[in-house]
């Protein structure tokens, strides 16, 4: 997410032509672009990233069931 954010702040500021920003290459925002995109379409599903924060998702909402049916019974 950090990765896209910068891209986003990048294309504002060098469309805005902000100080520095102004000279500063396309190339280098589509290149991030690129990165991102590899990044989220193979290297995240490679390492598994993507399940493991679905499954953590699953884990907290089982907790939250147990925990809640739990303090109804006492």
């Known amino acids: 997410m950090p990765l896209i954010l910068l891209i986003a702040l990048l294309a504002a500021l060098r469309g805005f032509e902000v100080w520095r920003f102004a000279d500063l290459s396309w190339w280098y925002i589509i290149g991030l672009m690129v990165v991102a995109f590899i990044w989220f379409e193979y290297i ?8 493991r924060k679905a499954h953590d998702v699953d ?5 939250d069931r147990v ?3 739990l303090g109804k019974r006492r």
């Open 67 to 69: 925990k809640k049916s």
């Open 44 to 51: 995240e599903k490679a390492l598994g990233l993507d399940k």
């Open 59 to 63: 884990e907290q909402r089982r907790s």
